[in-house]
């Protein structure tokens, strides 16, 4: 499984239907420019889910077949269903991957597995970013270099309020002078998680080729080798051998 993953990309896809800057960078959607750049990484089972579906498009029966969910929200964190929230936990929880983009830090689903506020400081000038690989042996940077960087972006700086991350792969800079922790990772319950920082929807970021390939090898990273089930169906109170109280096996 973990060598094709079930992968949805999730977008909001308001931005690009109702601002004209937007929908000329990405005439089909944020999660077309994704998802295109998967299928040419060579992932052949790639969907979109997006806000204004029925269930946000995270139906139980789709999401039950997902491996790998990616997530780009901005402005309407709020409109996305506390139940559709509670079934990705669940399922991320039980090993489903999930690649959070951008200002997808205040959403829902991401605070929740954090558990803490998420929030950033942030600057939507359009200045360059210096995205630094701190840990280059790390599977989320294969085939980059040291660093790449992209002319136009919002900054994100610190501080970034997030646990520590259980390994950091980016640091990034920008021309304004401050710093940010832009590729984190994390394991909740049995499902591992990546943020990963650059995506300003005003800006062709998803068209670069290093943040596909970043996105790609994020893919590859949290997917699972298998999806534990409901843990409340595994429960078990029987015991192997008989007890001395008499009771048995
Ligand atoms: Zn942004």
Redo the contacts with the bound molecule.
Sequence with gaps: MSRNPRIVVWNEFRHERENPVVRRIYPDGIHTAIMNALRRDGFSDVRSATLDEPEHGLPPEVLEETDVLLWWG?RHHDDVSDAVVKRVHDRVLRGMGLVVL??GHFSKIFKRLMGTACSVNWR?DGERERVWVVKPEHPVAEGLGRYFELEQE?MYGEVFEIPEPDELVFLSWFAGGEVFRSGCCYTRGRGRIFYFRPG??TFPTYHDATVQRVIGNAARWVAPHAIAQDPSANIRRDPLEPLHNGRAG
């Design positions: 901005h951008h200002s939507a919002e300003h929807e």
